[in-house]
Antibody, heavy 122, light 108 residues
Framework: QVQLVESGGGVVQPGGSLRLSCAGSGFTFNSFSMHWVRQAPGRGLEWVAFIRFDGQNTFYAESVKGRFTMSRDNSKNTLYLEMNGLRVEDTAVYYCAKDPHYYDARGYFHQWGQGTLVTVSS | DIQMTQSPSSLSASVGDRVTITCQASQDIDNLLSWYQQKPGKAPKLLIY???NLETGVPSRFSGSGSGTDFTFTIRSLQPEDIATYYC??????????FGGGTKVEMK
């Protein structure tokens, strides 16, 4: 079955950097677009970033544009989120999520990882 | 940006009650809306997509309806395991995706 396993979360100071990873298994990783979604403590869900199945296009929420970079290595079935210039308001659980459609993205989240916590604090 | 307004933000109901949650989009999104269930400490789970299609394996007491700007999510007969927070999400403006604020469902 589909499995998505995030890693790389932790505590970082404001202005610092962190790289999250998401390992996918149980599906043809290179055929599906992927997303990052985050949830601040006690708050709702916020879409963060999207990458096409082939890695050719990426899109970001305004709140992270210019600071976060999403990428993927289809040879390793792994998704990444490089986070720079971290702010206190970036503190959240970060989930990777799989789009439901082969190749052409639909835009909703078919399966989710368990999440990894990023805490930005001095 | 398309804004999604979800109501109520919380509700309390008894086992067997019919529960209804609404989601309103700031512009026409056709039927490009999904619903998720999130239990404390867990990842969200897809329940409904394209406004009214039930995801495989989801109990039939869950349903969705609507099109355009107004949508409804219904639990026909609330069960104890349905205690969770529910979110709507629009994907009309892919890749800019937005969620509603969530509805916390508690047991009376």
């Amino acid at each position: 079955q589909v499995q998505l396993v995030e890693s790389g979360g932790g505590v970082v100071q404001p202005g610092g950097s962190l790289r999250l990873s998401c390992a996918g298994s149980g599906f043809t990783f290179n055929s599906f677009s992927m997303h990052w979604v985050r949830q601040a403590p006690g708050r709702g869900l916020e879409w963060v970033a999207f990458i096409r199945f082939d890695g050719q296009n990426t899109f970001y929420a305004e709140s992270v544009k210019g600071r976060f970079t999403m990428s993927r290595d289809n040879s390793k079935n792994t998704l990444y989120l490089e986070m720079n210039g971290l702010r206190v308001e970036d503190t959240a659980v970060y989930y990777c999520a799989k789009d439901p459609h082969y190749y052409d993205a639909r835009g909703y989240f078919h399966q989710w990882g368990q999440g990894t916590l990023v805490t930005v604090s001095s | 940006d398309i804004q999604m307004t979800q109501s109520p933000s919380s509700l309390s109901a008894s086992v067997g009650d019919r529960v209804t949650i609404t989601c309103q989009a700031s512009q026409d999104i056709d039927n490009l809306l999904s619903w998720y269930q999130q239990k404390p400490g867990k990842a969200p789970k897809l329940l409904i997509y394209d406004a009214s299609n039930l995801e495989t394996g989801v109990p039939s007491r869950f349903s969705g309806s609507g099109s355009g700007t107004d949508f409804t999510f219904t639990i026909r007969s609330l069960q104890p395991e349905d205690i969770a927070t529910y979110y709507c999400q629009q994907y009309y403006s892919l890749p800019e995706l937005t969620f509603g604020g969530g509805t916390k469902v508690e047991m009376k």
